[in-house]
């Protein structure tokens, strides 16, 4: 949009009153004008799905408790996007992912159980936990007698598995010694354990009589601090458990596993520092079954920077201050387009600013916030205005952060001393650029300049869910912010430009429903502006359904461009 000359706050100001949004007409088909539409007030104008998210975590098991373990958020290539400590049975995330081609999966470690998301809101993931009421008591109480043969021997490598027999294709099933002096080698029953020795699952296999449980210990001889995996086939309701028993034969910690979805246990854990041996069990009722255990060990966890996560698991293995990583957005990429003449209506080519936008967050070992890291590309600047570009980090509610938790700010911006928690990524953009350009298809072309910069966070921080609102400012007029639909203005904005041109209630939203900001969030950064005065409908032909329908039409209408009207950044 070119500069519209002698334009002042007193030429579109009007007394100040709460604005109605008009009743909603039919819209033309096939409009070229999205001025001329009326659109549900309550859309955002956004192509991510976005908000909170609730997981909460149930099981079959009456005990069953998750608090302090770790809920992971993957995408369909297994790779973490963001993680969150479960509490009080539930962990919350902020989702931003594309509306469509990105999928993404709320995942629990410790079951291997996941589930599918597709939008925010209270999901309930029940997980495979059911380790029945069995009474160990006779076990622990007389652990301490039993004590392993001295003939056994270890002579295990990385990645060797200690169970015999595990595939059950040997008829051996002692009875369980009354004087529990158990030897390597073999699984030992009690007699009161109803099983068969029984053929499935292409093989013998170990089950459970009808009503009734079956279950079957082995010995074994192991270093503390080693990793263990232990896996497993079953028919269904079979489950393992590992007792960890110290040098005195005392039991000093046990697992329990249940089959996941598809009735495999693939598990692994630690072996406490001061173990000795493992007592392992299978247990399984009601006519299961149990096949191809292992129980495989591997050296103890390497931790070369000391914070108690695992180099395997430590995004940054040689850094103790920092250990995990997540994105904003969760998958893809943010492109936010901007028209500049607010509170007046603009041309709706939404190529005044571009940015395309990516966020980086790192957290310590107790997944507190530690930095965010911020790549974003200066796409477009079609506005005659001298416009700045800054973020505030508001909640996953899109409330002001009262607490101050930037502890500084390094490379392509500053902290703003205005704002609590709010960033200047540049306060005029064409002295911003490397050299002048618009990329509108007008006016001069350039590959578009790179902002990066690092923000650190002090210890009010935490774990807060935190999210970065990208807006712009008039150079000349601070007060001038313009910001996505659902965002308030910050602590510097004049309330005065409030429900004056054609803002409704200071809602960066018209009274019919029209947006100055659209945010584009793609798997694969496919959206391209249009050409200067193109309106968004001429350039898009999908784009009046999807916006019409509040989102839910037309949800790929950014892959269908008319080629002639876009600028192409490639």
């Not at 107790?366 to 909640?395: E, H, R, Y």
Request: proline share 4%.
């Amino acid at each position: 949009m070119k500069r519209i000359l002698g334009l002042t706050l007193a030429a579109f100001t009007i007394a100040s009153c709460t604005k109605v949004q008009e009743p909603k007409s039919s819209n033309p088909p096939n409009s070229k004008d999205l001025g001329s539409l009326v659109i549900p007030q309550e859309f955002n104008w956004s192509s991510s799905t976005k908000g909170r998210l609730t997981v909460t975590l149930t099981s079959d098991t009456a005990a069953f408790s998750a608090d302090g373990q770790e809920l992971q958020l993957i995408d369909d290539k297994g790779k973490v996007v963001d993680r969150k400590w479960i509490e009080g049975s539930s962990a919350d995330f902020y989702l931003t992912m594309p509306q469509i081609g990105s999928d993404l999966f709320v995942f629990y470690p410790n079951s291997g159980d996941k589930i599918q998301v597709s939008q925010p809101g209270n999901i309930t993931m029940n997980v495979k936990t059911n380790f029945f009421n069995v009474d160990y008591s006779v076990i622990l109480d007389n652990a301490s007698k039993g004590k392993k043969s001295s003939t056994g021997s270890k002579g295990k490598i990385q990645g060797t598995d200690l169970l015999v027999n595990g595939d059950f294709e040997t008829d051996n099933f002692p009875n369980y010694p009354g004087n529990h002096n158990l030897t390597e080698g073999h699984w030992y029953v009690y007699s009161h354990s109803k099983y068969d020795w029984a053929s499935g699952n292409g093989g013998k296999v170990f089950k459970s009589k009808s009503s009734h449980h079956g279950y079957a210990y082995q010995l074994l001889d192991v270093d503390g601090g080693e990793l263990y995996t232990t896996t497993a086939s079953t028919s269904g309701n079979f489950c393992v458990y590992v007792f960890f028993i110290d040098n005195n034969g005392n039991i000093i910690d046990y697992d329990g596993y249940a089959p996941n979805n598809g009735n495999n246990i693939d598990r692994s854990g630690t072996i406490p520092a001061n173990a000795d041996y493992v007592l392992y069990k299978v247990h399984g009722a009601k006519n299961h079954w149990i096949d191809d255990v292992t129980f495989e060990v591997e050296p103890a966890i390497q931790d070369a920077d000391g914070d108690g996560v695992a180099d395997d698991d430590d995004d940054y293995p040689n850094d103790a201050s920092r250990a995990y990583t997540s994105y904003f957005p969760n998958n893809g990429y943010q492109t936010v387009a901007f028209e500049d003449l607010w509170p007046q209506k603009g041309d709706f080519d939404f190529n005044d600013m571009v940015l395309s936008n990516n966020v980086v967050y790192t957290s310590d070992a107790d997944n507190n916030l530690v930095d965010a890291t911020f790549t974003i590309s200066l796409d477009a600047v079609g506005s005659g205005f001298a416009n700045g570009l800054a973020i505030v980090f508001v909640d996953d509610n899109k409330n002001p952060i009262n607490a101050d938790i930037i502890e500084s700010v390094s490379g392509n911006a500053t902290e703003d001393p205005a704002v609590t928690n709010g960033i200047v990524v540049f306060d005029h953009v064409y002295n911003a650029q490397s050299e002048y350009y618009q990329n509108n298809g007008e006016g001069p072309s350039k590959t578009p300049d790179v902002f990066t910069f690092t923000v650190i966070f002090n210890g009010n921080a935490g774990s807060l869910n935190i999210v970065p609102d990208v807006y712009i400012f008039r150079s000349n007029d601070r007060g001038l912010e313009i910001h996505l639909d659902g965002f308030s203005g910050t602590s510097a904005a004049n309330s005065s430009y409030y429900n004056t041109g054609d803002d409704v209630n200071g809602t960066y939203s018209t009274q019919s429903g029209l947006p100055w900001v659209l945010e584009v969030v793609t798997p694969n950064k496919s959206f391209e502006h249009p050409n200067e005065k193109v309106d968004i409908l001429e350039a898009y032909p999908q784009f009046q359904s999807w916006a019409e329908s509040g989102g839910s039409a037309n949800q790929n209408w950014m892959e269908s461009p008319v080629a002639s009207k876009i600028f192409d950044l490639q």
